[in-house]
């Protein structure tokens, strides 16, 4: 055969190599390219070189990044669409360059022809190579697809020429561009032959290895795909029906919800990865719900959506009065946030903490502010929760992970700027799965929690528009750098005074329409209300008040309800016949006291108490004995208060015989309730002194203050609620320590009123007031203005 | 595999494309009808191999000018090649050739039964 002379075009092939006597197809679309193809067109022979470039990702190569061995070819057919050229080309012969190509317009050369390998080696090794070849071309038969069979078979079968049968192989197998090379560039038959085999012999070894992991995942993927065949199946049936898969239908809601929600940004390219995910699964797959409950949750959540608010003072007071009684200093703190809120909407809300003992009404008060301001109101409530997850929430990886209890309020308020109660914050409980205290920190924090993180949303929340407001019955029990976040506003409990008008303007008239009465069926005589609060119910709040109301008018409802017409006027002496005989008989007030006896005030959860401190002497005996459940700030105050008599018994009149001959011993009833606290100082020494001097103090006067051996009266704590007890006792002459006078302004006008105080500052001072039948130099003393 | 729909081999090597051909026969005679349309005279050549009939030539595109682009081609150009097999071996028969209006008319006439 003739080869063409002089030069011809190049046409550089990427990934593929073109053999002699192969029959390729092309597509081209690279401008050099095209131009070597159209010159090649318009020549009488159509001869071209192919080359193939030694490096793929070489988008305009010269002569170097191409393998020195290329085919010639002849272009067999050709059209055009577009800028690409699809061409099919013949391979001829094998050529090298002669190294002087020229680039311009297109790649072109001239070449030395190698020869084509045509006659036949008849040596044994050939043979043998040969027909192993053979050999694993059938193995490799067995272990490809059917469809690619057919080639394969092609190239056994039809092929008789050995050459073109390994220029073949090379051509469909999918062997790497040097490998293919390297068969091009044999130079004899057993070269060929050997390069192919090392090739097939590679290639089968793969293929088997393939099936063999194949045959092993297949055994275990057989359910899997059986159960995917049946779903594409079920699918395919369902679109036939005109039902839209359940998927699809949650991905075009969600979808559709995004579109109205306008969330930001961020938040969005979160959900829509979510969504994709969600799409791509089953439903019936465990992680579908997971994650469509968790894109529920994202789209559920008040991103931005608020409600206004609104800063009429006027109207937030009018309201707070409505609701509450009273409560003037409360509503005062309340009114000013209200207003610096009004002026700064920018300020951080802040964060109340309301502290008072229950059934005083904090939650109710957190409801009035939402009123007040016209914001969502929702609350949590944190007693009894110990675990930090509970507030924060659990990772999405964990079985049953939820939002925590923060974000769920937030949901539930529908609004990003509610007023949201955190309920019995003293009630955190802690153990080794975190301290969730440690977690509000962040969360009241207005420096951090705009930045708030749930584990579950794992996404950053805005919490700085959420008005927190907070609960306690006592501050003791809230760890300090959680109390130190909050501004505290305390509410103290309410006088028999405070609840008969809450009674009579709120419990009252709510209970009646709850029963289904009206003002007629059912009245109260006058003194009625006050008797039913002071001889049915015992407490700071009035919780135990409403549900005593609560059964009286449900007796009454009864009656009503089986006929009786006239209306029923309740009298105190009907009390007793429809709610029973009094609960509390005012046992408490002891008239007159023995000696030894003196009349203390404590200060408890529930509010105030009246709280006897007895003392008898043992003669004969030895020592102070203390019983009644003190504490050991208790039991050091009683030391000191009867170590102070002892010391100063000629001063206070009381024979030291009496001391020495006889042990003492003091008891606080009840005797099942735990106290402590130096508060009772001077109640104790009013005792023992009363027990020494064998005089009794007087029962209409009750005390608190702490003492000192010196003899001095320190300030005690909840002055308030100490008094408003005194007062409920019915004993209305109050000693106290002189430092205390401050804290009697918080007192309601009317109990101030009807209370008498002696401000003290040492106790020589206090007992002319307790114990008049004090001799000596107490009466003395005091008489003359020289205190000790 | 790779290319395996579009690939093929040619059966003769060395030629890059084979010409239609009718073959006909009446008596003890043949017709053989080769579509050549395009190829010179000068570049056919006929050879006669035992019982084969062989032809070969080359087809070379003389009507393309330079400034033209090529946008379409269907005719193959270049080497092709055609093996007629007959039953009996060929040397002696008279073989007469004409080339008419693009065709190639070969007749052979054999000396006994074809």
Redesign the interface.
Known sequence: ?VYPQGNLPILPLKN?VLFP?????LVINRPTSVAAL?AA???????ISVFTQSDATVDKPDAQDLFDIGTLA???????VDKFLHV?V?G?ARVKPKGAAEEKPYLNDSFHYLPDL?ESDDSAEAEAIYRAILGLTEKMLKL?QPE?Q???NYILS??D?PI?QIY?LG????ISVDNEIELLGAETRLALYRSMHAVLEREVQVLELQHEISSQAESKMDKERREYVLRQQLKAIQEQLGEERPEQADVDEFRQQIAELKLPEAILTEVEKELIRLERMSSVSPDYQLTRTYIEFVLALPWNKTTDDRFDLDRAQKILDEDHFDLKDIKERIIEHLAVMKLNPQAKAPILCLVGPPGVGKTSIGQSIARAIGRNFERMSLGGLHDESELRGHRRTYIGAMPGRILQAIRRAGVCNPVLMLDEIDKLGRDFRGDPAAALLEILDPAQNHDFHDNYLDMSFDLSNTFFIATANTLQDIPAPLLDRMEVLRLAGYSDEDKLQIATRYLFPRRLKEAGLNGEQLMLEEGTLPYLIKHYTREAGVRGLERTLGRLVRKVATRVAKGQKESLRVSPELLTELLGPQLFINEQVRHPLSPGVAAGLAWTESGGDVLYVEAALLPGGKGLMLTGQLGDVMQESAKTAHSYIWSNASALGIDQERIRNAGVHVHVPAGAVPKDGPSAGIAMVAALSSLYAAVPARSDTAMTGEITLGGMVLPVGGIKEKVLAAYRAGIYRVVLPEANRKDLAELPEHVAQRMQFFHVTCIVEALSQIVPGLTGQVQRQTNGGDIL | MKYLKSISVEGVPGAVWSPPADIYKCGKQWLVKVELAGVSKTDIQLQVRGSRLIIRGVRRDRQVLQNQISQSMEIAYNRFERVFEFSRALEGAAIQTEYLDGMLLITIATGGQA
């Open positions: 055969m593929s006597a192969i029959s390729m197809p159209d067109l318009t020549s009488e022979d159509k001869f002849v272009i067999k057919k050709m059209i055009r099919e013949l001829i045509s490809i690619m057919t080639g394969l039809e092929i020429n073109k073949m051509t469909l197998m999918p």
